[in-house]
């Protein structure tokens, strides 16, 4: 039932490799390419884009040749040609019968392929033994690299099908062979110097970007001399250049100086994470001609090796980009996003509100005419579809995913909402809303997440005593459903079945639900207030009925604790996130995930549908933002900037903007049509953990642990902008230093941080955190 998908949907097909770009003889893309070509086994192209040259190591061709015997064996002519055009081989070159001009050297491994290699894995096997002959270890270009794992560069994990062995995780020991290139110790402190040096003296404009190399150049060159035992030469090299990377990368660096023999490599999960998924760079032809020429004209192997083997270089036509440029959009684990991530139509409108019949309130009228107020003409009824007759064209249709038909209760609920809209308060910069701050007392810091009804009848706390605790902020008690037997004697024909059926010895404020096993990291309310979600330490998502205040269903799937989970505004699916890097889509009648999101390096710490339910956000410790198609489960935005885990997301009601909050104290404003960072609000001190636009889109709130709730003018933030067609197809931004300008309040409490916001359907701010004396 569950379909896994990779990160950025990037599976390669056969028939892919006939469209792959050449390569400019450095392992990297030109301007509008789509994929790199590369001989490095992490790499997202197929293997037979590998092309040894013809003049090259008599190794090195008789594996060419044995690859191409197996693609014509397997009638596959159109890749047999392009890989013979692409490697300069001459057509007499390749004899059908299994026989070529080289193939003596090498024990004829290749020649006899054609025997019996009827299936991959024997074609392997003799490939490797012909490449280990040569090797001890594998080295860059050899086809047991690339062959027994095919890497997507995106998810840092095998792309689904390509990979021979069958194997789901990445080998450690082939992620770590690459490092097995032998160069002189000594001289790796020389190369790396001498790059800097370079760097440092060429022009100001490209200087900032060629700088990008050095922190992946770094880590490369230092894990590759713990890996070659060369301990002392490592730590050395460690402790002279560390100093020199920005600053964002303090925490990766803790990490990479804990890894001092090779033992310590092999597991590490940050290791295996840099190594598999390709370190992005955007980078202007210009400046990248710059470092080319400089390395080859030193042949600094040692280097290019580096850069070929596992970096991806992004270059587009231009201007270069500025030191402020580029910081706004580096910090995250792997680098920037490549262009092509966020090139995917996403349907951001929002879906067309059923027409539902508004009555004439009575009740409204009446207390009209007691004020003595004339009497205003009200229409029979109103539908709420009216201000939308037409579809926006950039909604998705309203059967692009299955969503659940509207009960009866849904629609007394919608007629309710319009009704309190009615009496909206319209918000802006002179008129700010009134902030209600629920703080829980004697919760000695065991509150870790917060929720609140769409109605703002209701508020759960999910504690670390594993328990999720439910009140009511209204006088109406909490009540539980009659037992079965009580319910038989109700008259089920009365007008007040609804309230007959709750047991009135049940009433009080607060309920407790027991059922996890560990600290409840999320929890969520269902739109229609009948449900409620937590997810904990426990690994488990739990569905509690808040008619009998019981579990009915735990959701078993993620291994690790699940630090977060989020319904669908249209009920029916929700969302969960955590320690195992996989964001899981579920329905609350299957016990299996539906899709199962994979791309990020680190932790999902925080998750969240947009508002037509047909995308949803994840943010991580990778400090990056993914927004997936619930549809399909493909990756359609990867948005990079901030400099720490990200806690925080929340999209604009309109569904065009997302805004992000992480450890780095700032909001980060992202167009999502375009896939660009539009805004960057600074201000707050420490993490961010709550962030929520009022119901009209005006303002945006944001809730932090430096114990401070900040209002920022959303509508000033977002009509200033002007994405002409060159910012919109190369990324680049011009980011404002406004923040001042945007921030209308700062509201301090007094020793509370804050970790949940929510307007009410009048735009009455609630705020929500546990007193820490």
């Not at 293997?47 to 191409?68: F, I, R």
């Not at 539908?383 to 629609?411: F, Y």
């Not at 990056?624 to 604009?652: E, M, Q, Y």
Request: charged share 25%; hydrophobic share 35%; with cysteine.
């Amino acid at each position: 039932m569950a379909a896994v998908q990779s990160g950025m949907g990037e599976g390669v097909e056969e028939k892919d490799i006939k469209t792959e770009p050449a390569s400019d003889g450095f392992g990297n893309n030109n301007a509008n390419d789509g994929r790199l070509v590369s001989t490095s086994p992490g790499s997202n192209a197929p293997a037979a884009s590998n092309k040894p040259v013809a003049g090259g190591p008599p190794e090195d061709q008789q594996t060419l040749l044995a690859v191409l015997q197996f693609l014509r064996k397997n009638k596959l002519t159109e890749s047999v040609e392009i890989l013979r055009r692409e490697a300069g081989l001459p057509e007499d070159d390749l004899d059908p019968n299994g026989a070529d001009s080289s193939g003596a050297g090498t024990g004829g491994a290749a020649g006899s392929v054609d025997s019996d290699a009827g299936d991959a894995s024997s074609l392997l096997t003799r490939v490797t033994v012909s490449s280990s002959a040569a090797a001890q270890a594998p080295t860059k270009g050899t086809i047991q690299s690339d062959c027994c794992q095919v890497y997507d560069g995106a998810s840092g994990g095998p792309v689904p099908g390509n990979s021979a062995a069958g194997e789901d995780q990445p080998d450690v020991s082939v992620v770590l062979s690459a490092y097995s290139q032998q160069g002189d110790p000594a001289l790796y402190e020389v190369y790396y110097s001498s790059l800097k040096r370079f760097i440092e003296t060429v022009l100001d404009c490209h200087r900032a970007e060629l700088s990008q190399v050095f922190y992946p150049l770094f880590v490369h060159m230092y894990l590759e001399l713990v890996y070659n035992n060369h301990e002392n030469e490592a730590k050395a090299f460690f402790e002279k250049f560390s100093g020199d990377q920005e600053c964002y990368y303090e925490d990766d660096l803790r990490v990479l100086s804990s890894l001092t023999k090779k033992e310590h490599m092999r597991g590490n999960e940050t290791l295996l994470d840099f190594r598999t998924s390709k370190f992005v760079l955007r980078i202007s032809r210009d400046s990248y001609q710059l470092l080319k020429r400089h390395l080859q004209e030193r042949q600094n192997n040692q280097i290019w090796n580096i850069i070929q083997e596992h970096l991806y270089i992004d270059i587009f036509d231009g201007m270069p980009r500025s030191k402020s440029q580029i910081d706004a959009m580096s910090g995250s684990l792997a680098g920037e996003a490549k262009r092509e991530a966020n090139k995917a139509k996403v349907y951001y409108g929002l879906l067309k509100e059923p027409e539902i019949e508004l009555p004439l309130d009575d009740e409204d009228e009446e207390a009209e005419n007691e004020e003595g107020k004339p009497k205003k003409k009200k229409p029979k009824k109103d539908s709420m579809g009216s201000k939308s007759k037409k579809q926006d064209p950039n909604a998705p249709s309203q059967s692009r995913i299955p969503l659940p038909e509207l009960k009866d209760s849904d629609k007394l609920d919608k007629i309710m909402y319009m009704k309190e809209a009615t009496k909206r308060i319209r918000l802006g910069p002179d008129n700010l809303p009134s902030i209600c701050f629920y703080s829980f007392l004697n919760a000695y810091q065991g509150l870790t997440a917060v929720d609140f009804t769409d109605d703002s009848s209701l508020i759960a706390g999910g504690f670390a005593d594993s328990t999720v605790r439910v009140w009511s902020v209204t006088p109406k008690k909490l009540r539980k459903v009659k037992s079965a037997a009580d319910l038989n004697l109700i008259d089920k024909e009365s007008d007040d079945v609804l309230e007959r059926i709750m047991d009135e010895k049940t009433a009080s404020e607060s309920k407790i639900l027991y059922g996890h096993s560990g600290p409840v990291y999320g929890i969520s309310f269902s739109p229609d207030r009948n449900y409620l979600l937590s997810s904990s330490e426990d690994g488990t998502v739990r569905l509690w009925s808040l008619q009998t205040f019981t579990c009915l269903v735990g959701y078993k799937g993620h291994n690790y604790p699940v630090w977060d989970t989020h319904f669908s505004p249209h009920g029916y699916y929700f969302v969960s996130g955590g320690h195992d890097r996989v964001a899981r889509l579920w329905a609350t009648d299957h016990y299996q995930p539906l899709r199962m999101f994979s791309g990020h390096l680190a932790d999902i710490t925080c998750t969240r549908f947009h508002p037509n339910s047909n995308y949803l956000a994840t943010g991580s410790s990778d400090r990056t933002i993914r927004l997936w198609d619930v549809l399909n489960g493909n990756c359609v935005r990867i948005f990079t900037g901030h400099k720490g885990p990200i806690h925080a997301l929340a999209f604009s009601p309109n569904g065009k903007f997302l805004a992000s909050g992480a450890t780095d104290g700032r909001v980060l404003l992202w167009d999502i049509g375009h896939g660009l960072m539009v805004g960057e609000l600074k201000g707050h001190t420490d993490t961010i953990y709550s962030l929520r636009f009022s119901r009209d889109g005006e303002i945006l709130a944001s809730g932090s642990m430096d114990n401070t709730v900040r209002l920022w003018d959303a509508m000033k933030a977002f009509d200033d902008l002007e994405t002409d067609d060159f910012t919109a197809a190369t990324g680049h931004i011009h980011l404002q230093d406004n923040s001042q300008e945007l921030l209308l309040g700062t509201y301090l409490t007094k020793s509370t941080p804050v970790i949940h916001l929510h307007f009410t359907r009048r735009n009455l701010l609630l705020a929500a955190g546990a007193y820490n004396p």
